[in-house]
């Protein structure tokens, strides 16, 4: 680190970061080590977006709220380099001149050097669901598989979370994301295995293997460089580095295979075995009886999820699924009691509009969103992949699409809406009158149509087969 930039922060009162990704994760631990992590109040960015709200038990706060106590402290901008100019303006249109940047190479060659003075363990495994969140997605199914198999326990599993929590196996040790530990278990797993991009500051190591365990699945809404120009620039170089060292990439279907080949930046292997977590479908008893148990719902009450996905624009108004009209549609149509469940994307930080007094269970802490699908009797849903995954069951999808000319100007999609064997509406009217005439039989042929289009590779195995590859062809179980 270079001697300048040490001295003013030996020299400052008081320390910003701004940043919230993995360099400034990592400066902050360096901070750490040279004993100033005291100085640093808080992580400053532009946007809070889809940033966390705290790192390191210190908040994430946006610029615009803190721009004047700026003015009075040292802001060191801890990003990569080619977002700094952007960042550089950002402070001087604030009046910030206070400010240095990071030399983000020399801080990762400097980081990394340190960490892999320890040998890679033939024996770890580091599994991460959505950068952080809980026990779930195509991870929790391979570890299972793997804790399955792993008689003689000679397995070590880490996960990295946003936070402890207590829902996990007791094979299964938990480490913070981002923190020292986190790039420590990083460094010296055998595997990885993740279901989002690893950004840019990731390295791979020789002698590690990565698992791309990709979260998508569905025909629906383009991702990856189909929409590279809504992408900012530091999400598509990070995913090039994701597809550079990911080893394999798990797929689901006919489709998606196709598509890690014309859009992930990646010609590598893809395991055809279908999805981990889509094995729960070949057991949909034991999740809704899970579910149930979990939140003290009734055996006899059908339930119904609505799990919306989450807008690059700011729309809050596309949220206000009107809960007890759907609730009272659907008793009036399948002449069954019903339980509104609602759920939230991982990314989605905007409210939802619903009336104050609507009655539904806020579902979206629950680790294991798999479950929750295949627990539901009914789906309510707007652009979401989940609709794809859903469609394992058999069971009515429901489309709300109040915002569907500006959702189709943002990302647009795969395959046109009308051609998907879902129930479509624009508005709560309509969704009611959809739900209130809904053709049963209509609906299984157009979903059973469309499911043999895709080339779907899934037979309720795929976790094992995973498991079985890593460790017949990887893992060092001797």
């Known amino acids: 680190m270079k001697a300048g930039l040490m001295r003013e922060c030996r020299m400052a009162d008081t320390l910003y970061i701004y940043g919230a990704g993995a360099v400034a994760d990592i400066f902050y631990i360096y ?16 946007k809070l977006g889809g940033n966390v709200p705290e790192k390191f038990g210190l908040k994430v706060v946006e610029l615009a709220g803190k721009a004047e106590t700026l003015k009075k402290a040292l802001v060191v901008v801890a990003v990569q380099e080619g977002l700094q100019d952007e960042i550089r303006e950002v402070l001087r249109e604030n009046g910030i001149s206070g400010y240095c940047c990071v030399d983000s190479g020399e801080l990762l060659d400097r980081f990394y050097e340190a960490l892999y003075r320890e040998p890679v363990d033939g024996h770890k495994v580091l599994l991460q ?13 391979i570890a299972e598989k793997l804790l399955e198999a792993d008689k003689e326990r000679k397995l070590e599993l880490v996960w ?14 938990q480490v913070i994301f981002g923190s020292e530990e986190y790039y420590r278990e990083l460094a010296t797993a055998k595997v990885w295995i993740d279901n989002s991009r ?21 025909p629906v809404k383009r991702v990856e460089k189909d929409v590279e120009d809504k992408l900012p620039a530091y999400y598509i170089e990070g995913a090039k580095n994701d597809s550079k060292m990911a080893d394999v990439f798990l797929s689901g279907s006919e489709f998606y295979t196709g ?36 939140y003290q719902v009734g055996k006899e009450a059908a339930i119904v999820l609505y799990a919306p996905t989450f807008r690059d624009y700011a729309d809050e108004k596309c949220y206000d699924l009107d809960l007890e009209r759907v609730v009272c549609a659907l008793e009036q149509r399948f002449h069954k009691r019903f339980q509104m469940m609602v759920s939230r994307h ?20 629950y680790d294991d969103f798999q479950e929750l699908l295949a627990a539901a009797d009914v789906l309510v849903t707007d652009y979401s992949g989940c609709m794809y995954d859903f469609s ?10 109040k915002d569907y000319r500006e959702y189709l100007e943002d990302r647009n999609f795969y395959i046109p809406m009308d051609r998907l064997p879902y129930v479509k509406a624009h508005s709560n009217d309509e969704l009611v009158e959809e739900i209130e005439n809904f053709n049963e039989e209509s609906y299984a042929d157009r979903l059973a149509s469309f499911m043999d289009s895709m080339g779907n590779y899934d037979r309720g195995d795929a976790s094992e087969k995973v498991a079985a590859y890593l460790r017949e062809h990887v893992l060092d179980l001797q």
């Open 160 to 173: 990295a979370v946003s936070h402890y929590r207590e829902s996990f196996p007791e094979r299964i040790r």
């Open 198 to 218: 690893k950004g840019q500051s990731v390295r791979k190591r020789e002698g590690q293997f990565y698992v791309q365990a990709w979260h998508g699945a569905a």
């Open 129 to 141: 669901n959505q950068s952080g969140e809980g026990y779930g997605g195509n991870p929790k199914y």
């Open 259 to 294: 598509l890690y080949r014309s859009s992930f930046w990646y010609d590598g292997v893809i395991l055809k075995y279908g999805l981990p977590r889509h094995d729960v479908f070949w057991d949909m008893e034991a999740a809704r009886e899970k579910v149930c148990r979990f």
């Open 392 to 401: 394992y069951t058999g069971r009515p999808v429901f489309l709300y699409q």
């Open 31 to 46: 901070l750490k080590q040279k004993g100033m992590q005291d100085k640093v109040r808080a992580f400053v960015v532009t």
């Open 346 to 365: 991982p990314v989605n930080y905007r409210e939802y509009s619903f009336r104050k007094d609507a009655e539904y269970l806020f579902v979206g802490e």
